[in-house]
């Protein structure tokens, strides 16, 4: 005796999770929940749901890929354990070390942007032009209008992949300036160690 034939349909949130994959694999910079719902046209709780299916089925350790929540959206990045293999296939944004002009540059930018190259320049005691060229050229910090008034020097904010690369959600997950101590040595010896770490 013949088995009749079932229609197999899938669940409505797998559906969804399979397009908001689609959608952050195309997608160049990390998307936000608000993005996705509009993109997807379904609502924030089941979008969340899909999101926590994908969080589950990208983890690190289980996929070469991995899932996850950062500068303020959602992106997929390589694997902890497949970032040698990507390293030689790609020269990354940091993957050449930072210097110390460049690291107390960048902290400078995260803590106090948007700020012009004179104003960082009083804060350093050394002029900034050399570290901001360097910075700018791997895409951690970006222009951010100019100061006001007739030729007001451009200002500076560091940008959606100084984030991901530092894996923060947001500029708030920066370690408070009090928990770093007043000693400009330790402060660059954290910044190049956390440098160090995140672009290993």
Known sequence: MERPLRLITANPVDRLARDLEALL????????????CAAADDSTERV????????????????????????????????????????????????????P???????????????S???????????????????????????????EGHGGAVRYRTTPLFERVFELESLAQLPRLDDLGDDVDAIRERLAHVAEKRTA
């Open 117 to 147: 190259r004179p104003e960082i320049a009083r804060i350093r005691g050394v002029a900034a032009d050399s570290a901001v060229a360097g910075l700018l050229e791997r895409g951690l910090i970006a222009e951010a209008g100019r100061d």
């Open 25 to 36: 694999v195309v997608a160049s910079a990390p998307l936000a929940v608000d993005e996705l």
């Open 101 to 115: 002009a460049g690291l107390e540059t960048l902290a400078i930018v995260a803590y106090l942007g948007p700020v």
């Open 48 to 99: 969340e749901t899909a999101l926590g299916l994908l969080s589950d089925r990208y983890r690190e350790g289980r996929s070469g890929i991995v899932l996850e929540k950062v500068a303020g959206g959602w992106a997929f990045r390589a694997s902890r354990e497949a970032a040698e293999a990507c390293a030689r296939l790609f020269e990354r944004p940091v993957q050449r070390a930072l210097s």
